[in-house]
């Protein structure tokens, strides 16, 4: 599939086109070298491919057909399965993606959970007879219907682009809406892939699936303003998320966020606190720290304060960051030159409110080339710290002493964020009184994995708005309408 890049195209109204405004440069992270180009789409683009959702949701059946629709999605589950080493080789290229990760969330997981979609597109309970009732004594009979929303303008960023795109495209098409995906102009390689499998290689009517790739942030604006476009489906930092609510507001359409996070890794002291503290070291490291849900905050008993640095700072000491291709790589590049100076001013910020750095704090001495930062260990700072309290997105934990329970979990909630999480113990009263006390959207329990097609992720507070995933993130893209039938 690298080779379909120098001819990436829009996908627009079942035609792979190309894009006004010439094409924009796509970089591989690890090598800093240009992989190849993607049409530049420009707002008559932008325009064209929500006329052709537009068109598509209302002048066809597709919002009623649920078995074709659920055939469709089959039918791009096994197309994206046929290309998937070609996907795989993109993926990694051009996201930075550690191999290992693109067998997971990155890639497979993703595609295999198109299935899910499919079965919800078929079985899903579309009507609920609510019986009958004599409202202002007036017998009458009261369906319940759910119906698609209509245009879906979906903007995804470039940390997860296959996840995010078909987390987004999986439900959103099963309930019956048309859609205009606007991904990041980081990672458009990949989402002009999946458009040319969809425009190739399946029977999705045209204008049910139109994706448009630029280097111009100013195309998702347009999708907000739009008022044919009914909702919006957005991944992307908080800030970029209080824009798209304050635009989606002028045409009343309904805004579903998922957005930044600060999660917390509580360590009771009932825990193995050395093994608790290696785990949370080692996933921050996972893609470079580049997750919404990483738990970057590390909460520890003051008393193991010492022991839970050290055995932070080894693990984190012995991860070396490297080629993403390498199956054996967790911590591959970050994204690209401006997202590696932004860790940096992190790391100089820490520096400056008088934090520690224990281990990392710098560029790789073993790599020339590529945006890699170090595997890092902030100790020495409180809550307050701007460390602590702002989305760094890279390789970068935080370790705050608490004392007790209870101060663990006013400074896990002590955030703006409140996406994900993480507890360690052994004692179930214990851990049942911290994730009951933790506000956040999801919580992992002595490493349990929450992540999967049947259920819902999303955050509370300033990291979301709606749930993705699950049944609750298939209704997103629904409506309800009662039908009140008398007599
Ligand atoms: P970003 O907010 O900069 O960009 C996200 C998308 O929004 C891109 O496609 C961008 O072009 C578009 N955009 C920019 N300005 C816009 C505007 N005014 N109106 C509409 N669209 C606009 O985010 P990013 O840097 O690409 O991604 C990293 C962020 O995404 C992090 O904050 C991370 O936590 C978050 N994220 C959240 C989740 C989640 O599910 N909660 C998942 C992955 C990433």
Known sequence: ?????????????????????????????????????????????????????????????????????????????????????????????????????????????????????????????????????QPMGIKTRRVLRREPVGVVGAITPWNFPHQITFAKLGPALAAGNTVVLKPAPDTPGCAAAVGAIIAEETDIPAGVVNIVTSSDHGLGAQLTEDPRVDLISFTGSTQTGRAVMRSAATTLKKAFLELGGKSAFIVLDDANIAAACGVAAFSVCVHAGQGCAITTRLLVPRSEYDEAVQAAAATLAGIRPGDPTDPRTVCGPLISARQRARVERYLEIARAEGGRIVVGGGRPAHLERGFFVEP?????????????????????????????????IRLANDSPYGLSGSVWGTDPERIRRVTNGVRTGTLSVNGGVWYSADAPFGGYKQSGIGREMGVAGFEEYLETKLVATAG
Request: include cysteine.
């Open 1 to 133: 599939m690298t080779s379909l890049l120098p001819s990436a195209r829009l996908l627009i109204g079942g035609k792979l086109v190309e894009g006004a405004d010439g094409v924009f440069a796509t970089v591989n992270p690890a090598t800093e070298e240009v992989i190849g180009h993607a049409a530049n789409a420009d707002a008559a683009d932008m325009d064209a491919a929500i006329t052709a959702a537009r068109a598509a949701f209302d002048d066809t059946d597709w919002s009623r057909e649920h078995a074709f629709r659920a055939h469709c999605l089959e039918q791009l589950r096994t197309a994206l399965g046929a290309h998937l080493e070609d996907l795989r080789t993109l993926t990694i290229a051009e996201a930075g993606a550690p191999a290992m990760l693109t067998r997971g969330p990155q890639l497979d997981g993703p595609v295999a959970d198109l299935a899910y979609s499919a079965e919800l597109a078929e079985t899903y309970s579309w009507e609920t007879d609510l019986g009958v009732a």
């Open 376 to 408: 890092t260990l902030i100790a020495g700072v409180s809550n307050s710290a701007t460390v602590a309290r702002e989305e760094i997105f890279g390789p970068v934990l935080v370790v705050i002493p608490y004392d007790g329970d209870d101060d663990a």
